[in-house]
């Protein structure tokens, strides 16, 4: 699949994969999208204002504008695409194969789309959730306290927490399992186990973040490395994109800053990124929140030690050890960073348009 990247289109902010096809943000926060257009699911639509970040079902597309809400396009065929007019507040979104769920600034979920499962039945009364992910009939969230909430088909398990599931930082949901990362760097898996996908490497380094595709699991270490496990293929990868699906437990070396997309049936990275917009937000998702607090908390008190450890990356005054100055530093830049950023930059320069 050749893709339209040349220099016009660089500093790529977010990125995601649909089944064939492929969606980007820039670093002035235009989105192109390329691949399949079957659906109408890569004809951005004029009207789409400056974006922050992209989602893709399996043929169709979301993005959310700086201003917090949500446009989407491609295949409506069970409501995907049908946005709830009155949503706005946005700051993350995630898809299924069929259905759309928003993360608000409030700490709410709002879940659209096929419901065929409950997979849009958000239990009520769910708050203070600051990470969210979809599989093809289940959704996932991750609260504040550490906990994951899980609804919507548990045909394969996948809604079934393991027993004792707590002090999570991340999560990541596959078509029919799901994925949880503990503060101490450990995965938890769930879920359909037909192409291995939940037989996470018992050698698995300390683990940041997670992603899954369909019958696939990839993990960021913190050594600053992807491994993947789960049902394998391959693809050649091209630059300044690499896209392939991975041999299990293939582990590849990626740069710190590098961008990660986890699509149905393969693996997106892209190098040529946007910086940080802060330095604190350790899981580059464009806002500094509690996702964000959690890792620096987990490396509160340590001394820095090399440059890719956990610790480093939340020694943000770079003094050798990861303190209150840190903590302070990443509570100044709370929210919406990518957003502020832009408008810094906007007031600082008008000899550009
Ligand atoms: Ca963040
Ligand atoms: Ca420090």
Redesign the pocket.
């Known amino acids: 699949m050749n893709h339209p990247v040349n220099e016009e289109f660089t500093g790529i902010q977010s990125l995601a994969l649909g089944t064939e096809h492929r969606l980007a943000v820039n670093g002035v926060g235009d989105v192109i999208a390329w691949g399949d257009n079957e659906h109408g699911q890569s004809d951005v639509p004029s009207s789409l204002g400056q974006a922050i970040a992209v989602a893709a079902g399996n043929v169709y597309s979301l993005a959310l504008e700086a201003t917090g809400t949500v446009i989407a396009w491609g295949a409506n065929d069970n409501g995907q695409c049908d946005v709830p007019a009155e949503l706005q507040d946005v700051s993350h979104l995630a898809t299924g194969t069929s259905h759309s769920l928003a993360l608000l600034s409030d700490g709410t979920v709002v879940a659209w789309g096929i419901n065929d499962a409950g997979q849009c039945d958000v239990p009520p009364g769910l708050t203070d959730v600051i990470a969210i992910a979809a599989g093809q009939q289940h959704s996932l969230a991750l609260k504040l306290n550490g906990t994951v909430e899980a609804w919507g088909s548990n045909d394969s398990g996948q809604t079934q927490l393991p027993d004792g599931l707590q002090h999570i930082r991340a999560i990541g949901a596959g078509d029919w399992h799901s994925l949880a990362v503990g503060t101490d760097g450990i995965v938890h898996a769930w879920g359909a186990n037909g192409k291995k996908q939940t037989d996470v490497p018992e050698d698995l380094p300390p683990v940041i973040s997670v992603q899954a595709g369909a019958a696939y699991s990839i993990a960021r270490t913190a050594d600053g490395r992807l491994i993947a496990w789960g049902d394998c293929g391959e693809r050649a990868p091209g630059p300044p994109f690499t896209h392939r699906h991975y041999p299990a437990s293939f582990p590849i070396d990626i740069d710190a800053h590098a961008l990660l997309a986890a699509g149905p049936i393969d693996i997106m990275t892209v190098r040529d990124t946007c910086p940080p917009c802060s330095p604190a937000d350790f899981n580059r998702d464009n806002t500094v929140n509690q996702v964000d607090m959690i890792f620096l908390y987990m490396a509160l008190g340590e001394p820095?030690v090399g440059d890719s450890s956990d610790a480093c990356m939340a020694?943000?005054?770079?003094?050798?050890?990861?303190?209150v100055?840190?903590l302070s530093i990443l509570l100044l830049d709370w929210g919406p960073c990518r957003a502020k950023k832009d408008a810094v930059q906007a007031i600082g320069s008008n000899s550009r348009n």
């Open positions: 820095c020694d943000l005054n770079h003094d050798g050890a990861v303190g100055d840190d």
